[in-house]
Structures are given as structure tokens and as C-alpha cells.
């Protein structure tokens, strides 16, 4: 027996008119008749079981008893309730002492120093930019003012805000500014 080079055989013709293979002209094989009937046994069965389960739910729809609150035959046997015993009331002793009782509660009053504190924010050589600053200081409900200073290295111009009485007041304003990114600022002294 020979080997076979498929490879070098090539493709055969592709117009399938010049091709006189028997496969390229074979019909579809036709079912048998034994399957041809297959399918309408299986509906029949399906139909005769869909017939009994119908017949088997009428069948069964009659046959709940019609009196329900009659005796009823069962293995366990039920016995009669007890009464059960008054719910005790329950007393609570701090209601009755709590008015009694006052709370006194010493606080020490802050002392007021003559301090005063600014928040310097920024310091820029062109006085655009710290316009800017300013006006989104603005947008934050804070006021802020414009310092222009001459130092050993040219003009700045500063942002601050202030004067603020507490400190407190300037970690309160330095927070709200961090909320839109402006971290630049310092708490400072009062001194202008």
C-alpha cells in the first residue's frame, strides 16, 4: 500500500459541476419507518401521563373533611391549658431615687488671653495668584486680606486670615480650608 502525500496533492476542483464524486451528489438518508414513529409515541405518553395527573387531582379535591373543628383522632392526646399566673410588676428604684440626686459639675472658665492668632495661608510674588487664593477662600465663608511685603528677596504678597480671638477658631478655619485642598496654612501670632 502506498503513502499518501495530501499536501501535495493540492485542492481538487472547485467548481462542483466538473466534479463527478458520488459524495458531492449523495441524497440525505431518510429515517426509517420505526423512527419516523418514535416522536408520536412519546407525545402519547406524554398526554396519557398529563391525563392521570389531572384525574388524580380531582380525584383527591373531594376528600378533605368538611368539618375541621371536630374531634380529631390523633395519637398525642391534648390536655387543657393552665392558667397562667399574673405577670408580676416589675419596680425600678432608680426611678424614684434619680430626682432626688443633683449633679453639680465644676467647669473652669476659659481665661481669655490677649493673644490673637492669623492664619497665613499662602505667600506668592504675583499679586493674580494670591487673588485667586483669596476668592476660593471666599467661597468657604471665610474673609480673607491681601499683605504685601518687601523683604531681602523682592516683593511677596501674603494671604491671611484674621485676627481670630482662639486658637481654636484658626484650627477651625485651617480645617475647612483643607477640605478644598488648601494645606499651606499656618497658625501664627498676631504681630502685623
Not at 49 to 74: C, H, K, M, N, Y
Not at 105 to 123: F, I, M, P, R, T
Not at 155 to 160: G, M, N
Amino acid at each position: 500500500m502506498a503513502q499518501r502525500d495530501y499536501v501535495s496533492r493540492g485542492r481538487g476542483p472547485q467548481n462542483k459541476k466538473k466534479n463527478n464524486n458520488k459524495r458531492a451528489t449523495r441524497q440525505p438518508k431518510r429515517p426509517a419507518q420505526g423512527q419516523a414513529q418514535l416522536p408520536k409515541v412519546k407525545l402519547a405518553i406524554v398526554v396519557l401521563l398529563l391525563a392521570a395527573f389531572v384525574w388524580f387531582l380531582w380525584s383527591i379535591s373531594g376528600a378533605a373533611p368538611e368539618d375541621v373543628d371536630g374531634p380529631v383522632s390523633s395519637p398525642v392526646s391534648v390536655q387543657p391549658e393552665e392558667a397562667l399566673p399574673e405577670m408580676p410588676e416589675e419596680e425600678w428604684e432608680y426611678i424614684k431615687s434619680l430626682p432626688g440626686y443633683e449633679v453639680e459639675v465644676e467647669v473652669a472658665e476659659q481665661q481669655k488671653s490677649d493673644k490673637l492668632y492669623l492664619l497665613q495661608c499662602g505667600s506668592f510674588r504675583t499679586r493674580s495668584q494670591a487673588e485667586e487664593m483669596k476668592a476660593n477662600i471666599a467661597f468657604q465663608g471665610l474673609e480673607a486680606q491681601i499683605r504685601d511685603t518687601n523683604g531681602s528677596n523682592g516683593q511677596w504678597f501674603r494671604v491671611i486670615l484674621g485676627p481670630l480671638q482662639t486658637k481654636r477658631d484658626a484650627e477651625r478655619a485651617k480645617h475647612t480650608l483643607r477640605k478644598i485642598n488648601i494645606t499651606t496654612c499656618m497658625i501664627l501670632t498676631w504681630s502685623l
